[in-house]
């Protein structure tokens, strides 16, 4: 039997966010004076496949679930990027995340190109059983463009390790041969990389160190207020108070909790997993997301999904720097409004570049079958992501903008110049 479609799912076609990031694009493109050739192809995804995904459920019911991979750009690399499950995906959505992913690839100096993919889903309504048949039945249409050496999926929102071995098994059966670079945020059982599951986290957690010694603060003395509490949420936190920091505030989808003296991170996030979010949580007082985005902190850090901060609510904020570990949480308006407060802003395709960078040293392990330990994955990552704040921090002063321009208008200068001298054939 066909049922007409998957159940309790909405797709949203809105194309506010590519429009968003093509105008981030053509903002940095003015800066560096780029010409129009390097416009009309970086402005641009390469590809954009759409497939349809019949997966019989439990039930016995087929349901057909939309899927997409947009792939970016190749110039530095392979492309690269994270696959999302969630009832709100849209082709536009994946497009403007692809885009993101090659300046934060560029940014971070890895070489390689943006990636994004997404299934049309909710996955807290489906069995394990489900997404597994889901999850294999995208990677049988993606074949095509996906690869070690073309296209390295990784976790995204609502995906995990799990999610990566069934994509890397699918890949081996189908191809016939194993390859550990197919994909990376594997278990570390299948060839994943140790220090990859909080590595977003960490890359921000050192972006943020970076950032205080600029304003004249210690992280003893810096409060961070987190708005999502997810994988990159809660280990920010975490790694927050194991330093000696301070954690005022975390939330979910459904709301926060705020305590003056501090939270326990680790009481929280067991209370999360317990309930499924942080209501009736007794650690400290409940909070809404919006005011939780307006405590006054030294750092603030959306984790959460993308437009988090608006012009309805950034005269509000009171944070004196902001670290997006989320992508595109801040709108372009939002944008100047902080810029006036003279809020300092750690970009997302900075902020968030640390789970690329691991994913890249996963990839390079796999393909040469030699793994580090994780001390030097920690040493690694923290080299790359103090000297892309230095370049970005040095390019804004230069310029005399904010480190978002500056951050787009190194990530782009360097897509650009492979561009040019790679060539165009045919």
Avoid at 280 to 293: D, F, P, R
Avoid at 299 to 320: F, H, K, Q, W
Avoid at 357 to 382: A, C, I, M, P
Wanted: net charge neutral; proline share 4%; hydrophobic share 40%.
């Amino acid at each position: 039997m066909l049922a007409k479609g998957p159940p309790q799912v909405r797709q949203v076609g809105t194309s506010v966010f590519w429009d968003r990031a093509r105008a981030q694009f053509h903002a940095a493109a003015d800066l560096l004076h780029l010409d129009e050739s390097c416009r009309e192809v970086l402005g641009n995804c390469r590809r954009v496949v759409a497939v349809n995904c019949p997966v019989r459920m439990d039930n016995g019911i087929i349901h057909s679930f939309s899927g997409y991979r947009a792939q970016h750009s190749n110039h530095r690399g392979p492309f690269k990027g994270g696959i999302r499950y969630h009832p709100e995906a849209s082709q536009e959505e994946i497009m403007a995340l692809a885009m993101l992913m090659t300046w934060k690839c560029s940014v971070v100096n890895v070489p390689f190109g943006g990636g994004k993919g997404g299934i049309v889903c909710d996955p807290h309504q489906m069995t394990t059983g489900e997404i597994e048949r889901l999850t294999r039945r995208y990677i049988k249409e993606l074949l095509p463009v996906i690869g070690p050496e073309t296209d390295i999926p990784a976790p995204d929102v609502n995906t995990n390790a799990q999610v990566m071995a069934w994509i890397h098994d699918t890949y081996a059966v189908e191809v016939g041969s194993t390859s550990l670079g197919v994909v990376t945020g594997k278990p570390i059982s299948l060839g994943g990389s140790v220090g990859r599951e909080d590595a977003t986290s960490r890359g921000c957690f050192f972006t943020c160190l970076k950032a205080l010694a600029m304003h004249d603060l210690t992280l003893e003395k810096a409060r961070l207020v987190v708005q999502g509490f997810g994988n990159a949420g809660y280990h920010l936190a975490r790694l927050w108070r194991q330093a000696g920091g301070k954690v005022l505030a975390v939330s979910t989808s459904r709301g926060g909790v705020y305590n003056g003296k501090g939270l326990d991170v680790e009481a929280a996030k067991e209370h999360y997993k317990e309930q499924g979010d942080l209501l009736n949580y007794k650690g400290g007082e409940q909070i809404s997301n919006a005011e939780l985005l307006t405590l006054e902190c030294e750092v603030l850090c959306p984790a959460a999904l993308e437009s988090a901060i608006t012009e309805a609510n950034a005269a509000d904020i009171r944070a004196r720097i902001i670290a997006e570990a989320a992508n595109g949480p801040t709108t372009a308006e939002a944008d100047v409004i902080l810029k006036e407060k003279g809020i300092f802003v750690i970009p997302d395709i900075l902020a968030n570049a640390g789970g690329v960078s691991v994913s890249y040293f996963e990839w390079v392990q796999g393909l040469t079958n030699f793994f580090w330990k994780e001390g030097d994955v920690h040493q690694r990552l923290k080299e790359i992501m103090d000297e892309a704040f230095d370049a970005v921090h040095d390019k804004s002063n230069r310029l005399s903008v904010t480190m978002r321009e500056a951050a787009m208008a190194l990530a782009v200068s360097r897509v650009a110049e492979a561009f040019k001298v790679r060539g165009l054939w045919p």
